[in-house]
């Protein structure tokens, strides 16, 4: 997108006569362009960018494939069914100022929404625990409403909310069929897993057999890491990179929780999950968290130190569920 066209776009997003002075890339995403809109009267916007040439993953066989929960959420499509659905519950996501899905300012899906200035609650947490807490108890009501509403099947919002069906039988079906395709795309890049690939097969296994059948789906966001939880001026949770929302197990939300918030998780715990269902998502996850940065490195991501890292840990825990 060039700035001709990102500087279009904020003139119809915002509206008067300002005038785009920088357009910096915001740091993390690496699914579609994030840049931050400044304007010549200290206005500032977030655009969302929907293009093959902002993705860093490489394609797939499925990518496009909307019915199996688990594939990329990608679009303009996804993001607005998301953001109506969690903004119904009352979800704060950042406000809407522009879409544009039909090439009026560039040639691919895009987004302007409200900048949360500020820090994320995972630098909040850093930072200030205590300052953390109320930001924390919201974000758990946020959750409870969330877990509240319930769907009539298992899938992406954009999918379910519009009446159609995924892929599958059951939630802990899609996590077993993912999970079996973590390990073996992990094994076709690591020595290691190779080498434990029958006993994490035979855990897999295990695991899912013990999962009772249920039909119950509430809202999940499916990556609510605290880097996707932005802190606006009032003190309160905002979530963004939400396109992946789905109708779910509850259970698939805490276990992702447990595990990027560690011992911060404890104000989120709530009572009557699915321990056998806790159990077998959690190694699911971690497999996940170790064939997907070991793909993305198969492409040109830029920070490949920090993701190498995020595939090593996620890699040691897995060898040690395979352990257990």
Not at 76 to 81: R, V
Not at 177 to 184: C, E, Q, S, T, V
Not at 191 to 215: G, T
Not at 302 to 308: E, I, K, L, V, Y
Request: proline share 5%.
């Amino acid at each position: 997108m060039t700035r001709e066209q990102l500087a279009s776009a904020a003139r119809a997003a915002l509206g008067g006569g300002q005038r785009l002075v920088a357009a910096p890339r915001v740091a993390g995403g690496s699914k579609k362009g994030v840049y931050r809109l400044v304007m010549d009267d200290a206005t500032t916007a977030i655009a969302y960018l929907w293009d093959d040439a902002e993705n860093y993953w490489p394609t797939a066989e499925g990518d496009d494939d909307l019915t199996d929960p688990f594939s990329p959420g990608l679009g303009l499509g996804l993001f607005e069914a998301a953001h109506a659905r969690l903004d119904a519950l009352g979800i704060r996501v950042p406000a809407i100022r522009l879409v544009d899905r039909d090439g009026a300012h560039c040639p691919a899906d895009l987004a302007i929404v409200e900048d949360i200035p500020g820090e994320n609650l995972e630098e909040l947490l850093a930072r200030d625990p205590r300052a953390a807490a109320p930001v924390m108890a919201r974000l758990g009501e946020a959750l409870e409403a969330m877990r509240r509403h319930r769907g009539p099947t298992y899938g992406k919002v954009a999918v379910v909310d519009g009446g159609g069906t995924s892929r599958g039988t059951s939630c802990e079906g899609v996590v077993l069929d993912r999970a079996l395709r973590d390990l073996a795309e992990a094994a076709s890049r690591d020595p290691r897993i190779v080498a434990a690939r029958d006993r994490l097969e035979e855990r897999l296994l295990s695991l899912a057999a013990a999962v009772r059948p249920r039909a119950e789906y509430a809202v999940v966001h499916g990556e609510l890491g605290p880097d996707h939880v932005l802190v606006d001026a009032d003190g309160n949770p905002v979530a963004i990179d939400i396109e992946g929302s789905m109708y779910f197990d509850v259970e698939w939300e805490h276990v992702f929780l447990q595990i990027r918030l560690h011992d911060a998780y404890r104000p989120l715990a709530v009572d009557g999950l699915d321990e056998d269902r806790l159990k077998l998502y959690m190694l699911a996850q971690r497999l996940s968290l170790t064939a997907g940065p070991l793909r993305l490195l198969d492409g040109d991501f830029p920070d490949r130190a920090f993701m190498a890292g995020i595939a090593e840990y996620n890699l040691k825990k897995t060898l040690e569920l395979a352990r257990a």
